[in-house]
Nanobody
Framework: QVQVVESGGGLVQPGGSLRLSCAASGSIFSDYVMGWYRQAPGKQRELVAAISPGGSTNYADSVKGRFTISRDNAKNTVYLQMNSLKPEDTAVYYC???????WGQGTQVTVSS
């Protein structure tokens, strides 16, 4: 069993920044493919960014150039740095261990003035 816990959400003004963190248990975190997803009200959950064990990344077109995913294997943690936030980024953000199928409980991000 792998536990996945997100943190760092909150309320931010348009143009602001937030950094989300996701801690995943397990002694082989370095083997995990990690992904950040989001789900806005009335919409399907979508992949925002993912990072491979080797550090390769991919992003949704809507966040390219604004969001950065990174990982710290020593801390069993993956991060999502979100800059230049827009109201349409408002959603519950979820972390997933892609190659194990484990999800976190989600953290709310609200972008509003």
């Amino acid at each position: 069993q792998v536990q996945v816990v997100e943190s760092g959400g909150g309320l931010v003004q348009p143009g602001g920044s937030l950094r989300l963190s996701c801690a995943a248990s397990g002694s082989i975190f370095s083997d995990y493919v990690m992904g950040w997803y989001r789900q806005a009200p009335g919409k399907q959950r979508e992949l925002v960014a993912a990072i491979s064990p080797g550090g390769s990344t991919n992003y949704a077109d809507s966040v390219k150039g604004r969001f950065t995913i990174s990982r710290d294997n020593a801390k069993n943690t993956v991060y999502l740095q979100m800059n230049s936030l827009k109201p349409e980024d408002t959603a519950v953000y979820y972390c997933k261990v892609q190659n194990r199928g484990y999800w976190g409980q989600g953290t709310q991000v609200t972008v509003s003035s």
